[in-house]
């Protein structure tokens, strides 16, 4: 049985029925994956489906934001091996497959299976095939596709090596992935050039935290300029301040964030704002805290430079990025601030009306 979906929600009897196929684990990691797609539509919570079915929450997750990504390889077309062997295997490598474009996740879902590729080792290629394609040519040498993108990947990893060994390694890993005569003799030279190109370090993020009440301004509403009607004061919604940034939601799609006035803010022309997780941002430490964050980016700036992170258009989707090279469009503007939250170690402190400074 496969559960479509973009199915209706289920009746109480289908969902008994996708409940007990889950317990069982009947199917493919695609019917699993659509069955834990129809009973959040039939609005049951993640930790609802983990109790009632096993699968945990971090794998309910991962096998749907999967299927997803083998419903577009699909519609894009890959080969009938290809199809196979992800309809009955590969969830966790075509998860790491969800930051391409849909024509670039085809492509390169064949070339994990030609090569057997594991999830750990297409993690850690899908970063410098994304970035291959943010060049608006081609290295000298080196063609289209995942495999010429992974090859040149190895051939700049060699270069930066002055250990032998090292570049031996890196040298055979771009051999092993190249497609063209091109590209591989393009690699051979280094077995007889040893000149070392160290790398070029990712700059840091502009990361700020708050730190004092002061740099905590609350935002407000205005009804307007008097004289104003009752029903004019009745208009204005409620502005509900939400942790950790003052989130102001109102009716219909606007909201508001209180950010401190710094100059960086001050100077932009058109600031927006963007929550996510810290660790989700590009080129964090693996140990980055897990904290909501907001990203203040300028979408009147729209020229790349090498030391500023962008927001970028991928395939209708919001991205972060950060490229050394220029990039070659879809740019919607510079991120000028990364904002953490303040640290509040007592938060009843702010509200006690009998704290006075010394």
Same mark, same amino acid.
């Given at each position: 049985m496969v559960f479509s979906g973009s199915a209706p929600v289920p009746d109480a009897e289908a969902v008994q029925d996708i409940l007990l196929r889950l317990r069982r684990k009947q199917g493919t990691w695609v019917?699993?994956?659509?069955?834990?797609?129809?009973?959040?539509?039939?609005?049951?919570?993640?930790?609802?489906?983990?109790?009632?079915?096993?699968?945990? *929450?971090?794998?309910?997750?991962?096998?749907?934001?999967?299927?997803?990504?083998?419903?577009?390889?699909?519609? /894009?077309?890959v080969t009938e091996a290809t199809q196979a062997h992800f309809t009955e295997r590969g969830s966790d490598a075509l998860y790491e497959l969800r930051i391409l474009s849909q024509t670039d996740r085809a492509s390169v879902a064949d070339f994990v299976r030609r090569h057997g590729l594991d999830s750990e080792e297409v993690r850690d290629l899908v970063k410098p095939?994304?970035?291959?394609?943010?060049?608006?040519?081609? *290295?000298?040498?080196?063609? !289209?596709?995942?495999?010429?993108?992974?090859?040149?990947?190895?051939?700049?990893?060699?270069?930066?090596? !002055?250990?032998? &060994?090292?570049?031996?390694?890196?040298?055979? &890993?771009g051999l092993r992935f190249a497609e063209s005569a091109e590209s591989r003799q393009q690699i051979e030279r280094l077995l007889t050039d040893f000149t070392v190109v160290k790398a070029r370090t990712a700059p840091r993020l502009p990361l700020y935290r708050i730190e004092s009440e002061s740099e905590l301004p609350r935002v407000i509403p205005v009804v307007g300029q008097l004289p104003l009607s009752v029903d004019d004061l009745k208009a204005v919604p409620v502005a509900l301040p939400e942790d950790p940034f003052g989130l102001v939601s109102a009716t219909g799609p606007s909201a508001w964030a209180a950010v401190p006035g710094w100059q960086v803010i001050f100077r932009a022309e058109? *600031?927006?704002?963007?929550?996510?997780?810290?660790?989700?941002?590009?080129?964090?430490?693996? !140990?980055?805290?897990?904290?909501?964050?907001? /990203?203040?980016?300028?979408?009147?700036?729209?020229?790349?430079?090498?030391?500023?992170?962008?927001?970028?258009?991928? !395939?209708?989707?919001?991205?972060?990025?950060?490229?050394?090279? *220029?990039?070659?469009?879809?740019?919607?503007?510079?991120?000028?601030?990364?904002?953490?939250?303040?640290?509040?170690?007592?938060?009843?402190?702010?509200?006690?009306?009998? &704290?006075?400074?010394?």
């Open positions: 019917d699993w994956a659509q069955g834990c797609q129809a009973l959040q539509r039939a609005k049951f919570t993640p930790q609802q489906i983990f109790e009632e079915t096993g699968f945990e *929450p971090i794998h309910q997750n991962q096998i749907m934001v999967a299927e997803q990504v083998y419903q577009s390889i699909l519609k /894009v077309g095939i994304k970035e291959y394609s943010y060049r608006k040519e081609n *290295p000298p040498g080196f063609g !289209d596709g995942p495999g010429e993108a992974v090859a040149f990947h190895f051939w700049k990893l060699a270069r930066q090596k !002055d250990d032998l &060994q090292d570049r031996s390694r890196l040298i055979a &890993q058109d *600031p927006v704002g963007l929550l996510t997780q810290a660790n989700q941002l590009p080129n964090m430490p693996a !140990d980055a805290p897990n904290e909501m964050v907001l /990203v203040v980016v300028d979408r009147a700036d729209r020229t790349w430079h090498e030391d500023s992170y962008f927001l970028t258009d991928e !395939d209708s989707q919001l991205g972060l990025v950060w490229s050394e090279t *220029p990039l070659e469009g879809g740019i919607l503007g510079r991120v000028i601030l990364v904002l953490r939250p303040k640290r509040i170690l007592d938060e009843d402190y702010n509200r006690e009306l009998w &704290q006075l400074e010394e």
